[in-house]
């Protein structure tokens, strides 16, 4: 797999072999933004595209078995990272199998944090992957008798079988539970920021919502959706109570005006119908997020053929021309600048830049320049090519 390495003043580099196409998941490398993986270029050599990653402060897993060989707890570290790395992969919408699991793609870092090598072409079973890194490294010194039992148990049960990742964790003795909260939360100091204040988060609302009263109003917005309901039915009460008051019967003839009856129904109705809609519309709540939180975004294709598009930051505008665009479309219909998507305070908007065939969201045009908050399940169209927007 590694087809070259050196080092110069610059710091420790390897190199592995890419192909002629470019990835989606070559973009999102670029930027850097998953934080389990090695730093990465991408380089065009002879017409090929290859990866070549930053190992400088990393070591690799069997230089490292070769000087300190792994005790049951560090096994279980180096497991647990290698899915942790996988995790964070799939947050992005990249595959796991593309991650890269030998003793010489596997590297330790600073306080034994684990990252590793994503190639966009390469696929294996995670199973198989993590079998084929212990039978390697069974060949390494091993003096701790238990953590040798502890791999060949581990081998044994990964070779019977495929497994998930969440059968793997179980094995080593990583799955989180209630009852084993707290061990997880230890274990959470491998792995990046986000995940720590996510399970943080998570645990801080569970204990809030246990904590109240099961009869507790815990809808801060219900209040506000009754209003319209309460606004129609007045818009049919006030001519109904008009009517049994006898408003419109004639004081001659005693005989009731069907025609001003009707008016009376039609305006009060169409009055509360105007009044309830505007009220829904503001009680409608925005997709809320922690400033703090990471958010993110990603529009998956409803036709087959067209590449997913992860929103890597804000703003992130969405054309024709390549140049100008963070989001690249092809389409006769599609603007060179058509749409963006942009963050304000906690909320995700999407507005359309003036394109000349519109910007739809749930199959409604939506003005120029108008901000549309995004939900998670929203359906957006540029010129005719639809995607599903996913927040997480």
Excluded at 51 to 73: A, F, H, W
Excluded at 174 to 180: L, M, S, V
Excluded at 262 to 276: C, E, R
Excluded at 321 to 347: C, M, N, Y
Aim: hydrophobic letters at 35%.
């Amino acid at each position: 797999m590694i087809t070259e390495e050196w080092s110069d003043s610059n710091g420790k580099y390897i190199r592995i072999e890419g192909d002629d196409s470019y990835h989606i998941a070559d973009r999102i490398l670029e930027r850097g933004c998953i934080e389990t993986l090695l730093p990465v270029q991408i380089e065009r050599v002879n017409g090929r595209r290859d990866y070549v990653y930053e190992t400088e402060r990393y070591e690799k897993l069997g230089d490292y078995l070769e000087s300190k060989p792994l005790s049951v707890d560090g096994w279980r570290q180096v497991i647990s990272g290698i899915l942790d790395i996988t995790d964070e992969l799939e947050r992005f919408l990249l595959a796991g199998e593309h991650l890269v699991i030998t003793c010489d793609t596997v590297f330790i870092g600073d306080k034994d944090t684990v990252r590793g090598i994503y190639v966009s072409e390469h696929r294996q079973n995670i199973s198989a992957a993590i079998a084929g890194l212990i039978e390697t490294a069974i060949k390494y010194p091993e003096y701790d008798r238990e953590a040798a039992e502890y791999i060949y148990s581990i081998h044994d049960r990964l070779i019977t079988g495929s497994k998930t990742k969440r059968q793997i964790r179980e094995l080593i003795g990583t799955e989180r539970n209630e009852e084993a909260g707290d061990q997880y939360q230890k274990d959470l100091s491998r792995t990046s920021e986000p995940k720590k204040k996510l399970y943080n988060m998570i645990k801080k609302n569970n204990k809030d919502s246990n904590a109240k009263s099961p009869r507790q109003n815990t809808d801060p917005d219900q209040n506000k959706k009754l209003l319209p309901l309460l606004l129609v039915a007045a818009g049919i009460l006030i001519p109904t109570v008009l009517m049994v008051l006898g408003i419109f019967d004639s004081k001659l003839t005693g005989r009731r005006d069907y025609w001003m009856m009707t008016g009376a129904y039609v305006f009060f109705l169409t009055a509360a119908g105007y009044g309830a809609r505007r009220l829904w519309q503001d009680s409608e709540p925005d997709i809320i997020f922690d400033m703090d939180e990471e958010i993110n975004v990603c529009l998956i294709p409803t036709e087959r053929g067209t590449p997913m598009m992860p929103v890597i930051y804000f703003p992130w505008h969405i054309g024709a021309d390549e140049k100008r665009t963070d989001g690249h479309i092809e389409g006769k219909d599609i603007s060179p600048i058509h749409a963006s998507i942009q963050r304000e305070s906690r909320s995700v908007y999407l507005i359309d830049e003036e394109s000349g065939s519109g910007t739809y969201l749930n199959s409604t045009r939506i003005p120029p320049f108008e901000k549309k908050c995004l939900a998670d399940g929203d359906k957006l169209s540029f010129g005719g090519i639809s995607y599903i927007v996913e927040i997480t």
